[in-house]
């Protein structure tokens, strides 16, 4: 072990993939693997790594992580591993992506072309955000990062808005 990053021996699995580490408490920590080298394979925990020893299990479960996609999701809150945050159960969602799906090429996406109203007539004016656009809202601590983007969640003339806190 070394920061986050995790050796296992013995471990055949592939870039990307899950694997599932055991604890003595018996405890389950998901994991993905982010690298190898000889015999060893680096893995990355998505949770937390309490109760993680010397010599742990390692176990591959052959896939990837997906995520639900579609309607089901409006208005829940979701992990990194597309699990529910909110205690509002388990989302049924009838549609599941990899989370590592390759981009949509940006020369075949069409050219956004009509601007988006957020509410904040600030950026309406100065700095005009497209409708399709991604955007990202970078500063440092304490300068009303939060307080913005709720305006714009609140006040954004759209049927949908999505947000990631990365």
Same mark, same amino acid.
């Given at each position: 072990?070394?920061?986050?990053?995790?050796?296992?021996?013995?471990?055949?699995?592939?870039?990307?993939?899950?694997?599932?580490?055991?604890?003595?408490?018996?405890r389950?920590?998901?994991?993905?693997?982010? %690298?190898?080298?000889?015999?060893? !394979?680096?893995?990355?925990? !998505?949770?937390?790594? *309490?109760?993680?020893?010397? %010599?742990? /299990?390692?176990?591959?479960?052959?896939?990837?992580?997906?995520?639900?996609?579609?309607?089901?999701?409006?208005?829940?809150?979701?992990?990194?591993?597309?699990?529910?945050?909110?205690?509002?159960g388990?989302?049924?969602?009838s549609?599941?992506?990899?989370?590592?799906?390759?981009?949509?090429?940006?020369?075949?996406?069409?050219?956004?072309?009509?601007? /988006?109203?957020?509410?904040?007539? !600030?950026?309406?004016?100065? /700095?005009?955000?497209?409708?399709? *656009?991604?955007?990202?809202?970078?500063?440092?601590?304490?300068?009303?990062?939060?307080?913005? /983007?709720?305006?714009?969640?609140?006040?954004?003339?759209?049927?949908?808005?999505?947000?990631?806190?990365?």
């Amino acid at each position: 072990m070394a920061g986050l990053t995790l050796e296992a021996v013995g471990c055949q699995a592939a870039i990307g993939s899950q694997c599932i580490i055991h604890t003595p408490d018996e405890r389950k920590i998901e994991s993905e693997v982010v %690298g190898f080298a000889q015999n060893k !394979t680096y893995l990355m925990p !998505t949770g937390d790594m *309490q109760g993680i020893v010397p %010599g742990a /299990l390692v176990r591959p479960t052959g896939g990837q992580v997906k995520i639900p996609v579609g309607k089901a999701l409006l208005g829940r809150v979701i992990d990194a591993n597309g699990e529910p945050l909110d205690q509002l159960g388990r989302i049924r969602a009838s549609h599941w992506r990899h989370l590592t799906a390759p981009p949509i090429n940006p020369l075949v996406r069409a050219p956004i072309r009509e601007p /988006l109203d957020v509410g904040v007539k !600030t950026i309406n004016g100065l /700095l005009t955000i497209g409708r399709g *656009q991604r955007i990202g809202l970078f500063a440092g601590s304490g300068v009303g990062k939060s307080v913005l /983007l709720g305006m714009m969640t609140r006040y954004t003339s759209a049927d949908i808005v999505v947000v990631g806190l990365i």
